[in-house]
């Protein structure tokens, strides 16, 4: 199986703590870099959140939020959570602070709340406010990876701690955070959605040109983590669309259940078999880039290899497999690819400069090597 990503970013095992609760952890991804999170499902709130909802298909407590759900979720530190928790037993009330009946209307009427990424939050969501995220987007990896797995009206706790994140080691945590940091997340409701296996190729479609949008607005606002991530999710649903022969049978499936369905107001555009493999060539070459960015170079030559045999014509994945054979020292490889770079932009500066600076190096090494058998002749 072609495996498009290498990062870190699901490496999740499971456990039990001594009480039974299941604790699961994994390692996610923020702007700042790679952080450790460990969850651990407490408690699940009062049976009435779901019976008063008075949809099965909108808070089911059978099933969890799948892709493209509408989640209203809270997120609260700790130290905030014991002082709220403790005001509700005193007054021995229901612990939600939104009527039940109204967090489902909020939900399905209310759009996903757009907030940027920023290096001055981990959790990457408002503290103690009700917030409707749309699974999938990747947009708070921490609050929707914990929401993966519950179900409505549940809680968890989490403890979130920094991870050795390569060049992003050296960034520094502001004051106020007291790491690990210790918080619990509430899913309140959801709307429906879908796993990837049952969306139509249309919908897969616009979720990876979603994605890969989403890469590119991170990549220039200088969250390199968020973009590989981006990139990463935008190709695992990519290989899951066959080429052309899959692509109309896909196509003419789709056609029917619209029209079976009666939605014809908007038909989703398939990709041609070019449009297909150009993008998929262009995620491989941007996700390239950003390993180089995060210092992972052997990553990054697999990346620029794999966009190199979709688009041969393409400039920015030859210089880039370049670089990343110059960073793990093989220089053969290197020239070959700046030298095919030449052939496609023969004017570059940058393939003149890179090849200027292998002879250099090769000049460099054949030098000291030269001084060292004349020392062993000697």
Request: charged share 30%; hydrophobic share 30%; glycine share 6%.
């Amino acid at each position: 199986m072609d495996t498009e990503m290498d990062l870190p970013l699901e490496a999740l095992h499971s456990n039990s703590d001594h009480d039974g609760a299941d604790v699961t952890s994994w390692v996610s991804v923020c702007p700042r870099g790679l952080w450790k999170v460990q969850q651990r499902r407490t408690s699940k709130r009062s049976q009435q959140i779901v019976s008063n909802c008075g949809d099965d298909a909108l808070c089911s407590s059978s099933h969890c939020p799948r892709m493209g759900s509408l989640c209203r979720v809270r997120v609260r530190l700790k130290a905030n959570t014991d002082k709220t928790e403790s005001l509700v037993s005193e007054k021995g009330h229901e612990k939600l602070s939104v009527h039940p009946d109204q967090s489902v209307t909020e939900v399905t009427e209310a759009a996903a709340t757009n907030f940027p990424r920023c290096q001055e939050s981990v959790l990457q969501v408002p503290l103690d406010d009700w917030t409707t995220l749309r699974l999938g987007e990747g947009q708070c990896d921490i609050t929707e990876a914990c929401v993966e797995g519950m179900k409505a009206g549940e809680k968890c706790e989490i403890v979130i701690s920094p991870l050795g994140n390569g060049p992003d080691d050296s960034v520094c945590h502001p004051a106020e955070e007291n790491l690990p940091l210790w918080a619990t997340v509430e899913l309140q409701t959801f709307t429906p959605g879908k796993e990837s296996w049952e969306m139509s190729p249309g919908d897969k479609w616009e979720w990876v040109k979603s994605h890969k949008e989403r890469g590119g607005v991170r990549f220039k606002s200088g969250d390199v983590w968020g973009a590989a991530d981006s990139y990463s999710r935008a190709l695992k649903l990519l290989i899951t669309l066959h080429g052309q022969d899959g692509r109309k049978q896909g196509h003419k499936q789709e056609v029917e259940e619209q029209r079976d369905n009666n939605s014809g107001d908007k038909t989703l555009q398939l990709p041609s078999a070019n449009e297909f493999r150009t993008t998929k060539a262009e995620l491989h070459s941007n996700l390239s880039l950003c390993q180089l960015k995060l210092d992972q170079p052997e990553r990054a030559k697999a990346s620029a290899a794999k966009a190199t045999q979709l688009e041969p014509g393409g400039a920015k994945a030859w210089y880039r497999l370049g670089q990343a054979c110059q960073m793990v020292n093989e220089l053969e490889e290197a020239k070959q690819a700046f030298r095919k770079l030449l052939e496609l932009q023969p004017d570059s500066p940058a393939a003149l400069k890179a090849l200027k600076n292998i002879a250099n190096r090769e000049k460099e090494t054949n030098a000291q090597l030269g001084l060292r058998l004349s020392k062993m002749f000697s």
